[in-house]
């Protein structure tokens, strides 16, 4: 299967996402906010400091999300927020009043805010927001109607293809072309936490392939170093989840990134890419000065008079690299010098009567 190519998606912001632009980098806050706008709205602060060119955040509504089977469910654990799973999840729950306010206040420092709606009714909620991206969470990647729906909003969508095969992925691309091109596919494996052998960083390649789409990487690892590889290997967007405490109640807060690791991956990440730039094999300035420290020379053994015939024993070869290479060495031997030269004098050109290297 192989389809058009769109490298690039542009934001209503102008802001664009593709390939040869800077990798696009988003904080997924998630539910990691535990239900608490001044948390979230901290963690936003955090992600803009650190450098992160977008937050994203998780929208349910319970009662559409879930069974009433579902919601009565006994929800019991270290990690619950609530006796039932309905109970769980509200406590986890921002407003659409909440996620107006975060909007306003991550594009106030200069972020892109957008969130993965879990259900129909929060999608048409978070619409109303106007955000410049929708995120499709794997969970939904087959979910027929709701994709539908996100291509009818003709905003670029960020589709994640965790727990998918190929066959689920190609549906699901299919349906949101019939509206529109405006799609990054994210390669993801969906284990909290995924172990490394499981993250198949290659697959991002052919789904770049197979859609003629931007690629990134939506990572669940416990490091940094699959996400940086993502990046070297042509993500044009990574999402990672962010936490202020690792050690926090929660799912989530284990494979997410505390504040100083987050800047740390944002920077690390821009140094991946200025080491990307160059596609040609060149001698930089600073290497033309290190090759003449420390390359060597040919230079005569012993004291050479005029008219000597140069043989093996007439020369070496000594830093520092000035002087004619010893890849000449070749051309130096059964040339005739025409004045003396010292011991380890470096042999130059016009030392020489046969021509060398165009020189005489």
């Given at each position: 299967?192989?389809?058009?190519?769109?490298?690039?998606?542009?934001?209503?912001?102008?802001?664009?996402?593709?390939?040869?632009l800077?990798?696009?980098?988003?904080?997924?806050?998630?539910?990691?906010?535990?239900?608490?706008?001044?948390?979230?709205?901290?963690?936003?602060?955090?992600?803009?400091?650190?450098?992160a060119?977008?937050?994203?955040?998780?929208?349910?509504?319970?009662?559409?999300?879930?069974?009433e089977?579902?919601?009565?469910?006994?929800?019991?654990g270290?990690?619950?927020?609530?006796?039932?799973?309905?109970?769980?999840?509200?406590?986890?729950?921002?407003?659409?009043?909440?996620?107006?306010?975060?909007?306003?206040?991550a594009?106030?420092?200069?972020?892109?805010?957008?969130?993965?709606?879990?259900?129909?009714?929060?999608?048409?909620?978070?619409?109303?927001?106007?955000?410049?991206l929708?995120?499709?969470?794997?969970?939904?990647?087959?979910?027929?109607?709701?994709?539908?729906?996100?291509?009818?909003?003709?905003t670029?969508?960020?589709?994640s293809t965790?727990?998918?095969?190929?066959?689920?992925?190609?549906?699901?691309?299919?349906?949101?072309?019939?509206?529109?091109?405006?799609i990054?596919?994210?390669?993801?494996?969906?284990?909290?936490?995924?172990?490394?052998?499981?993250?198949?960083?290659?697959?991002m390649?052919?789904?770049?392939?197979?859609?003629?789409l931007?690629?990134?990487?939506?990572?669940?690892?416990?490091?940094?170093?699959?996400?940086?590889?993502?990046?070297?290997?042509?993500?044009?967007?990574?999402?990672?989840?962010?936490?202020?405490?690792?050690?926090?109640?929660?799912?989530?807060?284990?494979?997410?990134?505390?504040?100083?690791?987050?800047?740390?991956?944002?920077?690390?990440?821009?140094?991946?890419e200025?080491?990307?730039?160059?596609?040609?094999?060149r001698?930089?300035?600073?290497?033309?000065?290190?090759?003449?420290?420390?390359?060597?020379?040919?230079?005569?053994?012993?004291?050479?008079?005029?008219?000597?015939?140069?043989?093996?024993?007439?020369?070496?070869?000594?830093?520092?690299?000035?002087?004619l290479?010893?890849?000449?060495?070749?051309?130096?031997?059964?040339?005739?010098?025409?004045?003396?030269?010292?011991?380890d004098?470096?042999?130059?050109?016009?030392?020489?009567?046969?021509?060398?290297?165009?020189?005489a």
């Amino acid at each position: 299967m192989r389809c058009p190519v769109n490298t690039c998606v542009t934001l209503r912001s102008g802001r664009a996402i593709g390939r040869g632009l800077p990798c696009f980098i988003v904080a997924e806050v998630g539910n990691n906010h535990q239900g608490s706008l001044s948390l979230a709205r901290s963690m936003v602060e955090e992600a803009a400091r650190a450098g992160a060119d977008a937050v994203k955040f998780q929208k349910r509504s319970t009662a559409a999300l879930l069974t009433e089977a579902g919601m009565r469910a006994p929800y019991s654990g270290p990690n619950s927020f609530g006796p039932t799973y309905g109970e769980h999840r509200e406590a986890l729950e921002l407003s659409m009043h909440d996620m107006a306010e975060l909007k306003a206040f991550a594009e106030s420092l200069g972020m892109v805010f957008f969130a993965s709606a879990w259900d129909m009714d929060s999608l048409e909620a978070m619409h109303t927001l106007r955000p410049e991206l929708i995120k499709i969470c794997s969970a939904d990647l087959v979910n027929t109607p709701y994709l539908r729906r996100c291509g009818e909003m003709n905003t670029p969508v960020v589709l994640s293809t965790g727990m998918s095969s190929l066959a689920q992925t190609d549906r699901a691309v299919a349906e949101l072309r019939r509206y529109h091109d405006n799609i990054i596919v994210l390669h993801c494996n969906s284990s909290y936490p995924c172990p490394e052998d499981q993250i198949c960083l290659p697959v991002m390649h052919s789904l770049r392939t197979r859609y003629g789409l931007p690629t990134g990487y939506s990572g669940h690892e416990r490091g940094i170093a699959p996400t940086l590889a993502a990046v070297a290997l042509g993500a044009v967007l990574v999402e990672r989840h962010i936490t202020l405490d690792r050690t926090m109640r929660g799912t989530d807060h284990q494979v997410s990134l505390e504040p100083a690791q987050l800047a740390e991956l944002v920077r690390m990440i821009r140094e991946v890419e200025s080491a990307m730039q160059g596609t040609e094999k060149r001698i930089f300035p600073g290497e033309a000065e290190a090759a003449c420290k420390l390359r060597k020379s040919i230079v005569a053994a012993r004291d050479l008079p005029a008219g000597t015939v140069v043989t093996e024993a007439d020369l070496a070869v000594k830093s520092p690299g000035t002087g004619l290479g010893p890849d000449t060495w070749d051309n130096v031997i059964g040339n005739t010098l025409t004045r003396d030269v010292s011991k380890d004098e470096q042999i130059l050109p016009e030392m020489l009567a046969m021509r060398l290297n165009g020189a005489a």
